[in-house]
C-alpha cells in the first residue's frame, strides 16, 4: 500500500513539473513582449530580456503618430468585428439550429458537402474574392465584413452538435401547444445554447481581430492608411519605409501588446461558457 501511494505521488510530481515547464515555456515570450513594449530602444530587436530603461514612450507615441493613425485602425477594427461578430454569430446558429432540427430533402449531401469545404483554408479563395470584390467597388471594410459573413455558414458543425444534445421532446411539446418553429427557435433553443452562442461569438470575434491575410490583400488597394484595420496596420509600421523595422520595433510591440488585451479580457470573462460550448458541440456530431 506505501509503494502504491509513493508511486502515486511520484507520478503526479512528474506531471506537475511537466506543467510548471510547459506554462513556463508559455509565459516566457509572452513576459518578453509585454517588458519590451516598455524598453526605450530605436535600434532594432530588443535583444535583452529585461529593459535597460523602462518607458510609456512607445506607448504615447504610437497614439500620437501622425504617419501611422492606430487610433483609426482600432476604430475599424473594432467595427469590423462588432458587426461580423453579431452577423456571423446570428448566420451560424440559425444554421446549425437548421441542421440539427428540421429533416428535408438534400440535407445529408449538404453536410457532407460543407465538411469537405471546411477542410480547405480560406485563403485559397482569397484571389478570387479579391476580383469579385473589385467588380462591385468594395475594396474597403464593407467588403471585408461580407468575407467574414459569408463564411460563417461552414462553421456549423460545434454549434450543430450543441443543438444535437438538447432532447427533441422539448420542442414537440412546445409546437403541441401552438408554437411556430420560429417561436420554438427564439423561445426556447436560444436561452438555452448560450454557452455556444458565447463560444460562436468569441471565435467570430477573433478571427477578424487578429486577420491580415484578407484584410492585406482587400485594403491595401485603397493606399489610405487610415481604411486600414490593426494587424494590416501594424504589419505597415515595419514596412513603409527603409529604417522603419528599426525606428517602430517597440512601438509595433507595444501595438501588439493592445491589441493581446481585449482578447484576452473577453476569454477572461467568458471562459466558463467557453469551455462549456466547446465540450459540448463536441459531444455528438
Given at each position: ?12 510530481g512528474?506531471?506537475y ?20 513594449s ?27 503618430s ?16 462588432i ?99 420560429w ?29 491580415f ?9 485603397s493606399?489610405?492608411s ?14 513603409s ?16 501588446v ?28
Amino acid at each position: 500500500m506505501k509503494s502504491y501511494h509513493a508511486q502515486r505521488r511520484l507520478s503526479l510530481g512528474f506531471r506537475y513539473l511537466l506543467l510548471i515547464f510547459l506554462a513556463v515555456l508559455w509565459l516566457v515570450p509572452i513576459v518578453w513582449i509585454v517588458l519590451a513594449s516598455f524598453s526605450a530602444n530605436d535600434t532594432g530587436f530588443v535583444s535583452t530580456y529585461w529593459p535597460k530603461e523602462f518607458t510609456l514612450q512607445n506607448y504615447i507615441g504610437i497614439f500620437t503618430s501622425e504617419q501611422f493613425p492606430f487610433v483609426y485602425w482600432i476604430r475599424n477594427t473594432l467595427m469590423v468585428s462588432i458587426i461580423s461578430t453579431i452577423l456571423s454569430t446570428f448566420v451560424t446558429i440559425c444554421v446549425a439550429y437548421t441542421l440539427s432540427r428540421l429533416r428535408f430533402r438534400l440535407r445529408k449531401p449538404f453536410l457532407q458537402i460543407a465538411l469537405v469545404l471546411g477542410m480547405f483554408p480560406g485563403f485559397m479563395a482569397m484571389i478570387a474574392l479579391y476580383y469579385i470584390l473589385k467588380s462591385f467597388n468594395m475594396l474597403n471594410l464593407g467588403g471585408l465584413i461580407l468575407v467574414y459573413v459569408g463564411g460563417a455558414g461552414l462553421g456549423f458543425y460545434i454549434a450543430k452538435g450543441f443543438f444535437d444534445t438538447i432532447p427533441v421532446a422539448i420542442d414537440e411539446a412546445a409546437v403541441m401547444d401552438g408554437a411556430t418553429k420560429w417561436q420554438v427557435f427564439w423561445h426556447i433553443g436560444l436561452p438555452m445554447s448560450r454557452p455556444i452562442i458565447v463560444y460562436t461569438a468569441l471565435t467570430a470575434f477573433i478571427a477578424p481581430w487578429i486577420d491580415f491575410i484578407f484584410s492585406g490583400i482587400i485594403l491595401s488597394a485603397s493606399g489610405d492608411s487610415k481604411t486600414y484595420t490593426i494587424a494590416y496596420g501594424l504589419y505597415n509600421m515595419l514596412h513603409s519605409t527603409r529604417g522603419a523595422s528599426t525606428t517602430y520595433f517597440t512601438q509595433f510591440i507595444a501595438g501588439c501588446v493592445i491589441i493581446a488585451i481585449p482578447i484576452t479580457v473577453l476569454f477572461v470573462i467568458m471562459q466558463k461558457f467557453y469551455v462549456n460550448g466547446i465540450t459540448a458541440g463536441a459531444d455528438k456530431g
